[in-house]
């Protein structure tokens, strides 16, 4: 399963307010439906199964502070990464993955 990660930009242009990102693909909107659109339009008519993870941007039990930091500060030198620091960067957003599950089965209980 893929999993697509909308994200905030901190861009001053209303046209590209939000990033959708799946694996090497990431696609800007102006909403968070305009970059999923965009995302999902490339895949054609085989659009895997997919979750879709809308950050929030919130340190709290699950994901900390300290963790978000680095994860921003990884993501906007990207391209630019030493193996290592992709590692350090899947790491990070695995754990924000599990972030989420951990809130979600918090919710459903």
């Not at 799946?22 to 800007?28: E, I, T």
């Not at 970059?35 to 809308?54: C, F, K, Q, R």
């Not at 899947?90 to 599950?101: F, G, K, P, S």
């Amino acid at each position: 399963m893929s999993t697509i990660s909308i994200q905030t930009e901190d861009s001053r242009s209303p046209k590209h307010r939000y990033r959708a990102i799946a694996g090497g693909r990431q696609y800007f909107g102006a909403t968070m439906g305009q970059a999923l659109d965009a995302l999902t339009a490339d895949w054609g008519g085989a659009v895997p199964e997919a979750a879709i993870l809308i950050q929030r941007f919130e340190p709290d039990e699950f994901f900390t502070e300290a963790q978000q930091f680095r994860k921003q500060e990884l993501m906007s030198r990207r391209a630019k990464l030493s193996p290592a620091e992709r590692a350090e960067l899947e790491a990070i957003l695995d754990a924000e993955l599990d972030a989420t599950v951990a809130r979600t089965d918090r919710l459903v209980r």
